[in-house]
């Protein structure tokens, strides 16, 4: 059973280093989403795809934070010159385009900023 | 605007005793609810899902919720909690007039005594 994979599982990183993480989504799954998630919280929307283009970006995806779906297949996610604030578990998520789909997550990317 | 409020963030039961997590919502139209679980260093797995019909949902591992309208409510239950069921439980709620993400609660961690 081929789930939705993340990798790096874990990154640690200096204050001010560029780290990017990458999603591989279930295949055939058209829509792609990434969240985060910090310690004691939910999971909050970041943005999200569908095939390859990105359709929306919430205001928490500051310009320090690009995220790419060439080829509408796996996803990176950018972030530049880190900060400590950026510390937190990023997960991304694959579903059929209908709204109603079950969205599958992946087992998430853990950053820690020094 | 949309929420989701689980007012326990922490919930201690002992093994074999019933369960039952709060989930509160706020969303402008008929909502998607959806509750996943947790566990440490996993990513997150759907438990159960409501979009319409039966408000009393059945999900996996045993699991049940409850969708009422009136209360704005879809608590989770379960009649007699395993010692495997200790984790983190979030609720959410499918913005599907914005793409389908989903908009969690803080969570809830299960702790449960043998």
């Known amino acids: 059973d081929t789930g939705v994979s993340q990798d790096p599982r874990h990154k640690i990183t200096k204050r001010g280093q560029n780290v990017t993480f990458r999603c591989d989504p279930i295949?055939?799954?058209?829509?792609l989403y990434w969240y985060r998630q910090t310690l004691g919280q939910g999971p909050e929307f970041l943005t999200y795809?569908?095939?390859?283009?990105?359709?929306?970006k919430s205001r928490l995806l500051s310009d320090r934070f690009s995220a790419e779906r060439p080829k509408g297949s796996f996803s990176t996610l950018e972030i530049q010159r880190t900060e400590q604030g950026d510390s937190a578990m990023y997960l991304c998520?694959?579903?059929?385009?209908?709204?109603?789909?079950?969205?599958?997550f992946g087992p998430g990317t853990r950053l820690t900023v020094l | 605007a949309q929420s989701v409020t689980q007012p326990d963030i922490h919930i201690t039961v002992s093994e074999g005793a019933s369960l039952e997590l709060r989930c509160n919502y706020s969303?402008?139209?008929?909502?998607?609810l959806f509750w996943y679980v947790q566990s440490p260093g996993q990513g997150l797995q759907l438990l159960l899902k409501?979009?319409?019909?039966?408000?009393l949902v059945q999900g996996i591992k045993g699991f049940e919720a409850e969708f009422k309208r009136s209360q704005s409510s879809f608590n989770l239950r379960k009649p007699s909690v395993h010692w495997s069921d200790a984790a983190e439980y979030f609720c959410?709620?499918?913005?599907?007039?914005?793409?389908?993400?989903?908009?969690f609660g803080q969570g809830t961690e299960l702790s449960v005594k043998p």
């Open positions: 998520a694959s579903t059929h385009s209908g709204l109603t789909d079950t969205q599958y």
């Open positions: 295949s055939e799954h058209n829509r």
């Open positions: 795809f569908q095939n390859e283009a990105q359709l929306e």
């Open positions: 969303y402008g139209a008929t909502p998607y």
């Open positions: 409501y979009f319409s019909g039966d408000t």
């Open positions: 959410a709620v499918g913005a599907y007039n914005q793409g389908g993400k989903l908009i």
